[in-house]
């Protein structure tokens, strides 16, 4: 696999302090399995689709107080070291300093000037993500955050994204491109009136389902909560969840779409 450009959505992973309740509820609504957990690095765990790496679970690091579960994604990048660099001198907070893992890659931890958590991998033996665009597997992501002027900079600086508005009089969004014509990641203005004060800035990562409805159903009945839709779209019929353990994530029907698609400029 060729590696990604700096600044593509590469990988995606979460804390769970059940993680043997993630692995089922995940397994039962997206068709994941998972492979052994790795003692050496946290019993981290991959999540496979058809034997193919899309995700993975963690439980929280010995003495961590307080965790809370949720989703991180993380993003190509050529150097880590580089990267944190970047990062600090666009007003962001390293949260974990550039660290190897193994001969897997390396990564940082960090936090944009509006609180959205993220990381960078910058590849080794694994590259990220060995399946996408498809039903079980990550397909898209935005960056929802109460402060856009503060994280459309910090972006922007940190990956070197073009940037195009939606021409929208109703909502404030934004897709970050790398100069391609395929956009790479989304941004939503959190507002009062749909984000209640007490959910920071975060970023919501959607998989891909063939049936939105079933998936929302079959999540709640395992005791997921949805949050909003099913919704119909240009991009696809979508809704956003918490899983038991109360992390975000989004599923979207990408087949199932209504509506002409917005302009950009």
């Not at 696999?1 to 043997?20: C, I, K, L, N, Y």
């Not at 052994?36 to 961590?64: C, F, I, R």
């Not at 956009?183 to 939503?188: A, D, E, N, Q, S």
């Not at 696809?236 to 029907?253: K, N």
């Amino acid at each position: 696999m060729a590696a990604r450009p700096e600044g593509t959505p590469v990988w995606a992973d979460a804390m769970f302090t059940d993680v043997e309740g993630a692995k089922s509820f995940y397994g039962e609504v997206l068709g994941w399995t998972f492979g052994e957990s790795s003692s050496e690095y946290g019993n981290y765990t991959q999540a496979y689709l058809d034997g193919k790496a899309v995700a993975a679970v963690v439980p929280p690091m010995p003495g961590e107080s307080d965790p809370k579960s949720a989703w991180c994604l993380y993003f190509a990048s050529d150097d880590v070291n580089a990267t944190a660099q970047k990062i600090n001198s666009a007003g962001g907070t390293v949260l974990m300093e550039p660290m190897a893992v193994g001969d897997f890659g390396s990564m940082v931890l960090a936090q944009d000037p509006a609180g959205v958590v993220f990381g960078a991998w910058q590849s080794g033996v694994h590259e990220g993500f060995e399946a996408e665009d498809r039903p079980g597997a990550f397909v898209w992501a935005e960056v929802f955050t109460r402060e856009p002027a503060k994280s459309d900079a910090f972006f922007t600086s940190v990956f070197g994204y073009d940037a195009k508005k939606m021409v929208d009089d109703q909502v404030d969004y934004k897709v970050f491109d790398l100069g391609g014509e395929r956009p790479v990641l989304g941004r939503m203005k959190m507002t009062a009136e749909d984000f209640p004060q007490e959910v920071p800035s975060y970023i919501q990562i959607y998989f891909a389902v063939d049936d939105c409805d079933a998936t929302v159903a079959k999540a709640e009945k395992l005791g997921g909560r949805k949050v909003f839709g099913p919704m119909d779209s240009p991009f696809g019929r979508f809704a956003a969840l918490l899983d038991p353990q109360g992390a975000a994530f989004a599923v979207i029907d990408t087949d199932t779409t209504e509506g002409d698609m917005p302009d950009f400029v």
